[in-house]
């Protein structure tokens, strides 16, 4: 994986960085294109897959292994991200049923990191330091992806959106207006009231120069 700038890259490899041995367990690499050789980030003894690297600094990734511990394998993947600038680790998650499918993205001043956990999405807004779960009910969510700016993910989903802007219309001043659109949706996500932590896709509009969230 590279980043959007083309400058960094994270990938999976099970060789050992001295010898050249294949271990047998897959770790994370991260280098710089223009600075090769890519250096091992991870050791533990669980694999750990699936990195993405964000704005040449953090790669979201996930593994098996306890990173935050004594790096034995637990059998139960989760989320981690790890700062190529501080060369330190944060795990996201710790689902008894675990955590996967990663991404991370650049948001202002902060990194939202977006994974899937039993089928739900979420994502962590680092330096704010809180955890979201997007409201999916009645599916399954295969991925989520949160490079779409400030106030946009996307989601790949069975759950009926459609009928859920409908159910929440009622918590906007304004008539909500949805569509459907072909391959997936997109549109603005707001908290639902009563529930911390919890937002829900709102509505789109044909024009999203033009989409606009305000609550009532």
């Known amino acids: 994986m590279v980043s959007a700038k083309g400058r960094s ?75 190529d600038r501080t060369q330190t680790y944060a795990q996201l998650t710790a689902e ?19 994974y899937v956990c039993g089928g739900q999405a979420y994502f962590h807004m680092l330096r704010e330091d809180k955890r979201y779960h997007v409201l999916t009910p009645g599916g399954v969510t295969q991925s989520i992806v949160p490079e779409m700016g400030v106030h946009f993910v996307t989601l790949s989903t069975t759950s009926n959106l459609y009928d859920v ?30 529930h911390p932590g919890l937002l829900a896709p709102l509505r789109t509009y044909g024009d999203t120069r033009r989409s606009r969230c305000s609550s009532g």
């Open 9 to 83: 890259l994270a990938f999976v490899s099970t060789s050992d960085p001295t010898s050249g041995d294949d271990t047998g367990v897959s770790q994370i690499w991260v280098g710089k294109v223009n600075d090769l050789p890519a250096h091992r980030v991870t050791s533990g003894a669980g694999a750990s897959t699936e990195p993405l690297v964000s704005d040449e600094r953090l790669v979201a990734f996930s593994s098996t292994s306890d990173l935050a511990g004594d790096g034995a394998d637990t059998r139960v993947k989760q989320t981690f991200v790890y700062d």
């Open 96 to 114: 008894p049923g675990g955590c996967g499918r990663p991404a991370v993205s650049r948001v202002q001043s902060d990194w939202r990191v977006a």
């Open 165 to 194: 802007v409908q159910r929440l219309s009622h918590l906007h001043a304004q008539p909500v207006r949805a569509t459907r659109r072909t391959g997936g949706w997109r549109g603005s996500l707001v908290p639902v009231p009563g």
